[in-house]
Structure formats: structure tokens, C-alpha cells
């Protein structure tokens, strides 16, 4: 079945689904939109069977590759806290002040949220007698329901078309995730570093640019093996590596997240989807953006064996 048309608003379009039956997600003849394409995540060397996690690139996107929250105004007020990165006037003493800018942790309260995981669909490029991109297989059911909805929204809102099939991709395919851009081992100057995350941060606001700063600069002063950054979906994030430690920190610009600890295999890690790796159940440690991030991440560092 062929959409065209910018969004859904109900589970119609997919009538013709059995209960429990694998649905993909295509845009087919995808060389018609190389502008899109690119917009979507895969850039002009993609080949047969590369496979990402498409960018955060409209509201549906950004629930698929994101945490996301939705409020529930019948439950109380909640009480959070919120980092600030701001100029301020200090007491000096002598009636003198002096301007400090540093992080401040508010405190307020506002209408209870949930979080909830991203969906973490994934997209193949696939070349047959034409290219197209392919979804994952989602299973038709109650409780893909939602997750089926935002991955029709999300490619109609950035494609205009898209088709709900039934036809898995050909196994002959091999599948190759492009998660992550891995440096080679080597010393890694804070200068060099500085200029990509400054390059990932641009579009950040002052907050989460001198968060990812401060947080990165005393992890790579920590010395790691190796860096990678994240691709697509994952654009934002920073893992860096100590496998002698059997360490590998996960580091975001993105507001309401922490920094993720491992002591998985590297191997292991870079296969994880973005709601394994954003779950309670698989990183070792989890330490909040907070004014006293850099204390807690020292305590936690010094502390391991090696």
C-alpha cells in the first residue's frame, strides 16, 4: 500500500495486517530524493545493506533516536532540577562583587512526566533493480501501535510518500549498522576533540555546549584509547574508550540525560540500540548533568581498579 499524503492519524492504513504479522516501513525508488536522503542519515557513499538509526530530524524522528517524555497533569506536581550555565554576581567580601560564571543546579516544580524509550527503528538501504530505504519489521499489534503510527509520520513528514509492505528484505542483504565514526588508538589532544564537540554543538543552546565541554574535556584529560562519535541517531553522543579498565563512557549533549558507564566489550556496546544503551538495566553507572557532575565522575574514575 502506497501513502501519499504528510502524516496518519489513526491504524487504518494498516487494515489489511494480520495480528502478529512483520510490517516494513519503505520509501521505494529513493534516488529520487538524494536532498532527503542525506537529511535522513545516509550520506552519497551509502551502499547495499548500511543500516542507521535515522536523524533526529523532525518530532517523530526525535522519538524514534530519543528518550521522550509525555505529561500527565492528573498527578501532582513534581519537583526537578534543572542546570544552568550563567554569569552571576558574587559576594567578595569588603563591599566588593565579582562576575563568576559557572554551572547552578534550580530547583522547581512542574507537571509529572513519564519517560518513555525511543523506538529505535531502524532503516536499510536496499538495492535491487532500483534503491529504496526498508524499516525493521514491526510487529502488528496493540502495542506497536504507537511505534508503527511515528514511523509512517516520520518518512511521510520528511518523503511525502512512503509503503506499508509485508516483504521482509532479502537475506541474501547483509545488514551493516553505521552507528559510529571509531578513531583509531592514539593520543587524543583536548584541542583536536574540542573542535568536533564544538562542531556537534553548535545548534545547542550556551548550557548544554559548556556541559559537553567541561564533561568531555576531564574525560579525554583521563586519557582514553580510542574515541567514537556517533552517527545519524546517534549525532550528539561520544563514547570513549578505556578497555584496559574494561571502561566505556557514553557522554550526550542532549538535555534531561546523564553520562552512561560500561564495562561491556566495545563490541557488545557498539551493537547496542539507543533504548538498550538509554535502559536501567545494561550500563554500570549513571551520573546526571549536574553542577557536581566532574566531582562524582572523578570518584567513580579513581575508584575502579584498573
Same mark, same amino acid.
Given at each position: %500500500?502506497?501513502?501519499?499524503?504528510?502524516?496518519?492519524?489513526?491504524l487504518s492504513?494498516?487494515?489489511?495486517?494480520?495480528e502478529g504479522?512483520?510490517?516494513?516501513i519503505?520509501?521505494?525508488? $529513493?534516488?529520487?530524493?538524494?536532498s532527503?536522503?542525506?537529511?535522513f542519515?545516509?550520506d552519497?557513499?551509502?551502499?547495499?545493506?548500511?543500516?542507521?538509526?535515522?536523524s533526529?530530524?523532525?518530532?517523530y524522528?526525535?522519538?524514534?533516536?530519543?528518550a521522550y517524555?509525555?505529561?500527565?497533569?492528573?498527578?501532582?506536581l513534581?519537583?526537578?532540577t534543572?542546570?544552568?550555565?550563567w554569569?552571576?554576581?558574587?559576594?567578595?567580601?569588603?563591599?566588593?562583587t565579582?562576575?563568576?560564571?559557572?554551572? $547552578?543546579d534550580i530547583?522547581?516544580?512542574?507537571?509529572?512526566?513519564d519517560?518513555?524509550k525511543p523506538?529505535?527503528v531502524?532503516?536499510t538501504?536496499?538495492?535491487?533493480?532500483?534503491?529504496?530505504? $526498508?524499516?525493521?519489521?514491526i510487529?502488528?499489534?496493540?502495542?506497536n501501535g504507537e511505534k508503527?503510527k511515528?514511523?509512517?509520520? %516520520?518518512?511521510?513528514?520528511?518523503f511525502?510518500?512512503?509503503?506499508i509492505?509485508?516483504s521482509?528484505?532479502?537475506?541474501?542483504?547483509k545488514?551493516?549498522?553505521?552507528?559510529?565514526?571509531v578513531?583509531?588508538?592514539?593520543?587524543?589532544?583536548?584541542?583536536k576533540?574540542?573542535?568536533t564537540?564544538?562542531?556537534?554543538?553548535k545548534?545547542?543552546?550556551?548550557?548544554q555546549t559548556? %556541559?559537553?565541554?567541561?564533561?568531555?574535556?576531564?574525560?579525554?584529560d %583521563?586519557?582514553p584509547e580510542?574515541?567514537?562519535?556517533?552517527k545519524?541517531?546517534?549525532r550528539?553522543y561520544?563514547v570513549?574508550?578505556?578497555?584496559?579498565?574494561?571502561?566505556?563512557?557514553?557522554e550526550?549533549?542532549?538535555?534531561?540525560?546523564?553520562?552512561?558507564v560500561?564495562?561491556n566489550?566495545?563490541e557488545?556496546?557498539?551493537?547496542m540500540?539507543?533504548a538498550?544503551?538509554?535502559?536501567?538495566?545494561?550500563?554500570?553507572a549513571?551520573?546526571i548533568?549536574?553542577?557536581?557532575?566532574d566531582?562524582?565522575?572523578?570518584?567513580?574514575?579513581?575508584n575502579r581498579k584498573?
Amino acid at each position: %500500500m502506497v501513502l501519499k499524503q504528510t502524516r496518519i492519524n489513526n491504524l487504518s492504513v494498516f487494515s489489511a495486517a494480520k495480528e502478529g504479522e512483520p510490517i516494513y516501513i519503505k520509501v521505494d525508488n $529513493v534516488g529520487r530524493f538524494p536532498s532527503k536522503l542525506k537529511i535522513f542519515g545516509f550520506d552519497k557513499n551509502v551502499e547495499n545493506g548500511d543500516s542507521i538509526l535515522p536523524s533526529p530530524f523532525n518530532n517523530y524522528a526525535k522519538k524514534n533516536a530519543e528518550a521522550y517524555a509525555t505529561i500527565d497533569a492528573s498527578l501532582p506536581l513534581e519537583k526537578y532540577t534543572r542546570t544552568q550555565y550563567w554569569t552571576r554576581n558574587e559576594w567578595a567580601g569588603r563591599d566588593q562583587t565579582r562576575e563568576v560564571t559557572d554551572f $547552578v543546579d534550580i530547583t522547581g516544580y512542574r507537571r509529572h512526566r513519564d519517560w518513555h524509550k525511543p523506538y529505535s527503528v531502524y532503516f536499510t538501504y536496499v538495492v535491487d533493480d532500483e534503491a529504496s530505504i $526498508v524499516s525493521d519489521s514491526i510487529v502488528y499489534n496493540k502495542e506497536n501501535g504507537e511505534k508503527l503510527k511515528n514511523t509512517v509520520n %516520520m518518512i511521510l513528514g520528511l518523503f511525502g510518500e512512503c509503503t506499508i509492505d509485508f516483504s521482509a528484505i532479502p537475506s541474501e542483504i547483509k545488514k551493516r549498522r553505521l552507528d559510529w565514526d571509531v578513531l583509531p588508538p592514539g593520543e587524543y589532544p583536548w584541542e583536536k576533540v574540542k573542535n568536533t564537540i564544538e562542531d556537534i554543538t553548535k545548534k545547542s543552546n550556551k548550557t548544554q555546549t559548556a %556541559m559537553m565541554l567541561r564533561n568531555c574535556k576531564t574525560i579525554v584529560d %583521563m586519557e582514553p584509547e580510542f574515541i567514537a562519535y556517533g552517527k545519524s541517531g546517534y549525532r550528539g553522543y561520544v563514547v570513549f574508550g578505556f578497555p584496559k579498565k574494561d571502561l566505556y563512557i557514553l557522554e550526550s549533549i542532549f538535555p534531561n540525560n546523564a553520562t552512561y558507564v560500561f564495562n561491556n566489550d566495545w563490541e557488545t556496546l557498539s551493537k547496542m540500540t539507543k533504548a538498550q544503551i538509554l535502559s536501567n538495566e545494561l550500563h554500570e553507572a549513571r551520573i546526571i548533568h549536574s553542577a557536581s557532575w566532574d566531582q562524582k565522575f572523578k570518584e567513580l574514575f579513581f575508584n575502579r581498579k584498573n
